[in-house]
């Protein structure tokens, strides 16, 4: 039953489920290095922070509400297999001074770079054992951490964010699992909303799959609807700063083709280099129909990580 209604829906929204499966095969070392950034470049598409970048922000800023676009960090949120997530709390002190102070610490067991609403950055993908700008794992990788490309090159990060949003474009609350975002449906969404993208904006997609966090967290990592390879390739020529999402990796997943695994995520970090920020909670914004404003973030300083987990915040 579930599959014959899953069929339904994806016939209503006007998908061949096959259309948009795409082959794809990763450009040679020779075709993607050195990036358009320069040879030894870290910081991809960071590069466009600017103080440009921050005042064409601000110019977004018309009511001064801000929303919390961060899950909450906590051991019942949606994981990866192999990752973990645990607060441990420590009593840390107590004086026996006449004010008795006392003080709580917590220890924290995570792969805190891959865990809630988190931030990609180039040394977590590869493409064989070469990551972004052609470094190669077996030169920068230590014991202690990445020694190039590392998260803690991104620094802030203040830029126009647009929200596309795919759900309300095909009228539903949330589009169905392994549904592929075409680039029609990228710019109908767009024309819809009135808006255009701009080079340097952080371009953030909307899916709806964001509703299962913490609800159903078996049926959010099982699979996703997302952007596949073409949509992908259209996305990077745009020039964004990141690309985000609701889901857990952007991307469909699982990916149409059988033979590719996660070829967004090579496609953005590895090729372009342009930072994903994933598991966003977008149902605030999304109901307010919020689809262009200030976004700000910046990630955890962990030397040599492949991300952070972030809260990032929109303001409008």
């Known amino acids: 039953m579930y599959t014959m209604t899953m069929t339904l829906v994806a016939l209503l929204l006007g ?6 499966a795409q082959t794809w095969q990763p450009p040679s070392d020779s075709q993607r290095c050195p990036s358009k950034w320069g040879a030894g470049d870290q910081r991809g598409s960071g590069n466009h922070m600017s103080r440009e970048t921050v005042l064409r922000a601000t110019k977004l800023i018309r009511t001064g509400e801000v929303f919390e676009l961060g899950h909450v960090l906590n051991d019942s949120m949606p994981l990866s297999a192999g990752r973990r997530f645990e607060v441990l709390t420590k009593r840390t002190r107590y004086d026996d ?35 972004y700008n052609c470094f190669k ?3 920068i990788s230590t014991r202690t951490g990445f020694s190039k490309l590392g998260v803690e090159n991104v620094g802030a990060l203040m830029t126009r964010a647009v929200m596309i949003d795919v759900a309300a474009l095909k009228n539903v609350d949330m589009l169905p699992a392994t549904y592929e ?12 909303q009135k808006l255009t993208l701009q080079p340097g904006d952080a371009v953030i997609i909307h899916t709806g799959w964001g509703q299962l966090w913490g609800k159903d967290n078996m049926r959010f990592r099982a699979s996703a609807p997302g952007i596949g390879v073409t949509a992908a390739e259209w996305l990077a020529r ?6 985000g999402s609701d889901n857990s990796a952007i991307e469909v997943s699982p990916n ?20 994903l920020l994933e598991n966003m909670k977008l149902d605030e914004i999304a109901a307010r129909r919020i689809y262009e404003f200030a976004l700000i973030l910046e990630p955890l300083k962990i030397q040599g990580g492949t991300g952070s987990t972030v809260a990032p915040i929109a303001i409008h």
Not at 111 to 128: A, K, L, N, W, Y
């Open 137 to 139: 794992l077996d030169d």
């Open 238 to 243: 745009q020039d964004p700063m990141l690309v």
């Open 97 to 131: 001074g006449s004010n008795h102070r006392g003080s709580n610490e917590e220890l924290v067991v995570a792969e805190i770079g891959q865990v809630g609403t988190q931030f990609d950055t180039f040394s977590h993908q590869m493409i064989g054992n070469t990551m």
């Open 15 to 20: 998908v061949e489920t096959m259309a948009y």
């Open 181 to 192: 975002i075409s680039v029609q449906d990228l710019q109908q969404a767009l024309a819809a």
């Open 256 to 275: 149409p083709n059988p033979q590719l695994a996660g070829p967004v995520h090579q496609i953005m970090l590895v090729v372009n280099g342009i930072h």
